[in-house]
C-alpha cells in the first residue's frame, strides 16, 4: 500500500512538474511573441512621426494629380511623392516591383521623409576619410537640399557626375519655377546641390530621402516557406544609381492593417493622404508552432469596417493582436500622442 500511494504521488508531481513547464513555456513565448510585435510597433512610430519632415524645406512642391509609384526609382517619379507623407501602394505587386511576394489584399503602406541628420559638402577635397566618395555623401543615394520653398531633389552616380530637379530658375536661385514645372541639372557636386540659406552667405544641408514601404509577405528566409513576414522595402544607393532593397523585419506576423486619421473615412486621392493626422497600426502576431490547446479568437479587427478572420488551416496557431495610434508630428499641429495596446482580440 505505502508503494502504491508513492507511485501515485509520484506520478501526480511528475504530472504537476510538467504542467507548470508547459505553462513556463507557453508564458514566456507569449512574452516573447509581445515584445517582437513591440520592436515591429516601435519602427513604424519611428517613421510616421518623421513622415513629412523634409528638413528646411518648409513649403512643399504641388500635389500630384494622382498617386505616385511609390516603387518608383526615377528622380521624376520621387519627386511626384515628395509632397505626400504617407500613401498606400495600389499599384500591382508583380515580380518586377520593389515589394516581390507581397501578399494580395494586405495594404502596404508608403512612409516618405527626409533623414535627420544632415550635412554641407565640404569645399576641400572630395575624399577626406578615403571612402571613395565625397565626404558624408554616398553615390547613387538621393538626396534633398531645400529651403523654404526652394528645393533640389537628385544625387550622384560617381564624382562630379550627379543629376538634379529643382524649382530654381538658376544657380542663385533668385526667381522659383512653376510648381509643376522644374527643371533639370547636371554637373558635380557644388554644381547640382549648389543652394544657401539667406544672401548666399551659408550653403543649405543635404538630407537623405528616404522612401521607405511596409508590406507583408508569405515567406520569410526561403520563398515558399510559408512564414508570414513583415518586410520593408527602402530607398537605398544601389552601386550607381537608387533603387530598393528589401529587409525582413519580423516573422510570424500573420495579418496587418492600418485605420487613417480622416474623419473616419479611408483616403483614396492625394488630397486626401495629404490631410492625414494619424495612423493606428494593427498587427497580428502569431505563435511559430501550432498548439494543442488554442483559445484565441477567430476574428479580429485590424482596420476598416470588415473583422480579419483566421483561416482553417491556421486556427491551431495562438494570435495576438497589437496596435499603435501614432500621429504624424510634420504633418499637424496636434501634440504627438502614441499608445500601446495589447490583447487577444
Known sequence: MALGLGLILLTLVTRLTLETRQGMESLTARGEEREAGRYALSLFREDLRLAGFL???YLKPALPATLPDACAS????????????IQVDDRPATASRCVDGAV???????????????????????????????????????YLQGFDSRYVLGYCSRSGT??????????????????????????????????????????????????????????????????????????????????????????????????????????SRPQDWAAVTAVRVF??????????????????????????????????????????LISLDNNSRVTSKASLVVSGQ
Open 74 to 85: 526615377n528622380l521624376d517619379g520621387m519627386l511626384a511623392g515628395l509632397s505626400l507623407p
Open 162 to 267: 550627379c543629376t538634379g530637379l529643382t524649382n530654381c530658375a538658376d544657380t542663385a536661385c533668385h526667381t522659383l519655377l512653376a510648381a509643376d514645372s522644374p527643371r533639370s541639372v547636371s554637373g558635380d557636386e557644388p554644381t547640382v546641390f549648389g543652394l544657401r540659406y539667406h544672401d548666399t552667405l551659408y550653403p543649405v544641408e543635404l538630407r537623405a530621402y528616404q522612401v521607405r514601404i511596409y508590406y507583408l509577405r508569405n515567406w520569410s528566409a526561403t520563398v515558399g516557406d510559408g512564414i508570414p513576414t513583415l518586410v520593408r522595402a527602402d530607398l537605398q544607393d544601389k552601386g550607381l544609381a537608387p533603387g530598393f532593397s528589401t529587409s525582413p523585419l519580423l516573422d510570424a506576423v500573420a495579418r496587418i492593417g492600418f485605420d487613417y486619421g480622416l474623419n473616419g473615412e479611408r483616403p
Open 55 to 57: 528638413g528646411t524645406l
Open 283 to 324: 498587427l497580428l502576431v502569431r505563435s511559430r508552432n501550432t498548439l494543442p490547446y488554442n483559445d484565441t479568437p477567430r476574428q479580429f479587427n485590424l482596420g476598416g469596417t470588415t473583422p480579419y478572420t483566421i483561416p482553417a488551416d491556421k486556427v491551431g496557431y495562438r494570435h495576438q493582436r497589437l496596435t499603435a
Open 104 to 142: 494580395a489584399g494586405v495594404e502596404r503602406l508608403v512612409i516618405r521623409h527626409a533623414a535627420t541628420h544632415g550635412f554641407a559638402l565640404d569645399a576641400g577635397a572630395d575624399d577626406d576619410d578615403g571612402d571613395g566618395d565625397r565626404d558624408d555623401l554616398d553615390y547613387g543615394r538621393v
